[in-house]
Every structure is written in C-alpha cells, then in structure tokens.
C-alpha cells in the first residue's frame, strides 16, 4: 500500500512543477509569492523522550512557492513547501518533508460558493525507515445566509501510511457544518461542528497468555468549535474545542477539551510579534496500564504549547526571525508526556 501511495504522492508533487512554469508565461493572471528560509534550531529533546532527554542543534532549510489565480467566479490555490532538518551528531533525525496542497473555489451563483481543497504530505527520513505520507481531500459549499453570515457544509477523506507495517496506518471519512458571521466590523466568529470515522485495518491488540495480535479498530471522533478573531492591526484569535472520541476499542474512548490562543501585533516599525499556545485537559474514560496510542509520530499530537516569534523586516526582501517555543505533549503512549524547547534563528529572503 505504502508504494502506491508515495507514487501518488509524488505525482502530486511533480505536478506541481508543470504548473509553475505555466504561470511563469502568464504572470498577468498568476499572482506568484515564494520564500527560502535558512537557520539554526537548538532541541532540547530530539527524540521526543519522556525520560532521559537528548538535545542537538540542527540546521533548517524551508523553501516554499505559492500560487494563486482569481477570475470572476474561479479562484485557485497552489502552495508548495520542502523542509530540510539536518543533525550533526545524530543521523536518524535527519528528515526531509514535502507538503503540496491546493483549493478550487467556483462561485456558482451569488449567493453559493462551491469548493474543493486537497493536501498531500511526505515525512522522508535520511537514515531511518519510518517514513510515512498522508492525503486529504475536502469538498463543500459555501451559502450566504445575509450579507454578514455564511453557512458551510462538506466532507472530506484522507489517509496516513507508513513505509514499514500496517500497525499505525488508518483512512478516514468525515463531514462537517461551521456557521461564520460577522456581529462587528473587526469580529469574526465561527461556530461549528465536525464527525469523522477513523479505521485502523491492523492495530496490534493483547490477546490471551499476553500474545499480541493484529485486528480492526474502529474509533468515531466528534468536535465541537468556538473560534472568534478580532483586530486589523493587531490580531486577536481564540479557539475553543470540546471532543469526543469513543472506540471499539474502549481503552482509547476519551474526552478532551482544547483552548488554542493567538496574539499578533507590530510593536515598532518593521517589527513582528506573534504570540500563541494550546493547552487542553484530556480524560480517559477507561482505567489502563500504558498502551501505545493509534499515532506513532509524537509530533502530530499537539497537546500543550506555547510559542513566542519575533521578527524584523531588514529590507523589503530579507527578513530576521527568532521563534522560542515549549511543548509538553502526549507521547505515542498513552498517559506518558514528553517535554522540549525549541529555539530557533534564521533569516528569510522573500521573492
């Protein structure tokens, strides 16, 4: 599965080298905006450990393009990023990532938008064999309810495959509904609601006399949301989300509440400050020894954060950054927690 998978992949990605070139002949109707960015990050626990911390500096390389095209009633998306991290001492870690995603908006009457998004991900490591990639494709409509307020629904599939076994794969199906509107000039706010289906076709399970064996696993999440954002020049964005999770696996049925914070602002001339955390509070409804968890990749479990940017604008195309950042998250076992801090300088050239 994982071959064919990483050839879709790949044909996405390589798509999208057919694609700039033909915006590079007509730059009337593409608007194209693309950035490098090159730095030093310190990790003060690289493999992510509960215990026994490992920190590494590492050098980071981003370079990322974008595309976009609007017409009276078409607009479309492109955006590409590849990300090179590279440790000295620690080969493993080495990682490079492609991430290709784009969306297709048609407005089919004045009142109805139509819309698609897709976004594809490759997580490659240099020296190590846990690679993995993962898909999802969106579809819905967009309805103007009064000139302030909008009514959307779509569904969406996806997918996440490892390059070695099945254990932690899955494919999902979901749907959802949000409501936006507008109460202020400088007030958004959104309230919505989101089903998805997760199926796991080999999740290793404890049978009897303690022999592991392979089996389905079925988990259905729901989650409920609050978002409101404020400002124009500052930014002020809050984010409440209520989950449900329940399993065929009663071990992995949850409920968790996150708080997701946002703070932007230009305290001087030239100069940005970002400001952000999550925390969440997550309770399992069944009682268990340690068990590992349907994700193997502790850095897809954003469970407390906080993060801190700060950056100035040396020209109009070269940009300082510093980015200082704290996680505290679930590790790919259950009830177990890893903590890091991140520091991270580099500069970035805009064209």
């Not at 057919?18 to 090159?38: E, K, M, N, V």
């Not at 590409?80 to 784009?102: F, I, M, T, W």
Request: one cysteine or more.
């Amino acid at each position: 599965m994982w071959h064919c998978r990483r050839r879709l992949l790949v044909a996405l990605l390589v798509s999208l080298g057919w694609l700039f070139p033909a915006a590079g002949f007509a730059q009337t109707s593409w608007q194209l905006a693309s950035r490098l960015q090159a730095g030093l990050e310190y990790d003060s626990n690289i493999f992510e450990a509960s215990a026994l911390p490992v920190p590494a500096p590492a050098g980071r390389l981003l370079f990322q393009t974008r595309a976009e095209k609007n017409t009276a009633r078409w607009r479309v998306e492109v955006d590409y990023a590849g990300a090179l991290q590279v440790y000295s001492q620690h080969r493993p870690e080495n990682k490079l990532l492609q991430d290709l995603s784009g969306g297709l908006l048609w407005q089919a009457t004045e009142r109805c938008k139509l819309f698609a998004r897709g976004q594809a991900m490759l997580k490659l490591y240099l020296d190590n064999v846990t690679d993995y990639g993962t898909t999802t494709v969106l579809a819905g409509l967009t309805a103007a309810i009064t000139p302030s307020a909008h009514f959307e629904v779509s569904a969406e599939t996806g997918q996440l495959d490892y390059a070695i076994g099945e254990e932690f794969d899955y494919t999902f199906n979901g749907a959802g509904m949000a409501l936006r509107f507008r109460p202020a000039e400088k007030l958004l706010c959104e309230t919505g609601v989101l089903q998805r289906r997760f199926h796991y076709p080999a999740r290793p399970m404890l049978a009897g006399a303690g022999v592991l064996q392979a089996s389905p696993q079925n988990d259905d999440v729901t989650a409920l949301r609050l978002i409101a954002s404020y400002g124009r020049k500052y930014l002020l964005r809050a984010r409440l989300e209520a989950q449900r999770q329940r399993s065929n696996r009663d071990i992995f049925d949850y409920d968790r509440v996150q708080i997701h914070f946002l703070f932007g602002c230009t305290p001087a001339p030239r100069w940005l400050l970002r400001t952000a955390f999550t925390l969440q509070r997550k309770r399992y409804l069944i009682s268990s020894s340690p068990v590992p968890l349907p994700e193997l990749d502790p850095e897809r479990e954003q469970s407390n954060h906080a993060a801190l940017d700060l950056s100035r604008n040396l020209s109009n195309e070269i940009n300082w950054s510093l980015r200082l950042a704290y996680h505290n998250n679930e590790t790919p076992v259950r009830g177990l927690f890893y903590r890091k801090l991140l520091l991270f300088t580099g500069f970035e050239l805009r064209f």
